[in-house]
Nanobody, 124 residues
Framework: QVHLVESGGGMVQAGGSLRLSCVASGRTASSYSMGWFRQAPGKEREFVCGITRSPQSTYYVDSVKGRFTISRDNAKNTVSLQMNSLKPEDTAVYYC?????????????????WGQGTQVTVSS
């Protein structure tokens, strides 16, 4: 079993930045692919970006491409999400998710482990 804990959420003005972190415990995360999802009120949880296990390929939805950067530090069992140029439409609860294997699907049900979520609020 892998336990994930997100942190780093908060409230910022449009154009600001936040950095989210996800720390894994229970087992080493190096063999897992990781993703970030977000869920706004009244909407489905949606895929934001992901990073595979080695060679650590990254994927982003078009709406965050160029603004968000996902990275991982396997030695620290940590996955991070640097969010720049934030927009009000980025407001959501952000979740860290993990799965075994190489791929990073966009389907919620494909992931085995989930964090509790951290709130990101962007004001205009």
């Amino acid at each position: 079993q892998v336990h994930l804990v997100e942190s780093g959420g908060g409230m910022v003005q449009a154009g600001g930045s936040l950095r989210l972190s996800c720390v894994a415990s229970g087992r080493t995360a190096s063999s897992y692919s990781m993703g970030w999802f977000r869920q706004a009120p009244g909407k489905e949880r949606e895929f934001v970006c992901g990073i595979t296990r080695s060679p650590q390929s990254t994927y982003y939805v078009d709406s965050v491409k160029g603004r968000f950067t996902i990275s991982r530090d396997n030695a620290k069992n940590t996955v991070s999400l640097q969010m720049n140029s934030l927009k009000p439409e980025d407001t959501a609860v952000y979740y860290c998710a993990g799965k075994s294997g190489y791929d990073v699907p966009r389907t919620v049900r494909s992931y085995d482990y989930w964090g509790q979520g951290t709130q990101v609020t962007v004001s205009s």
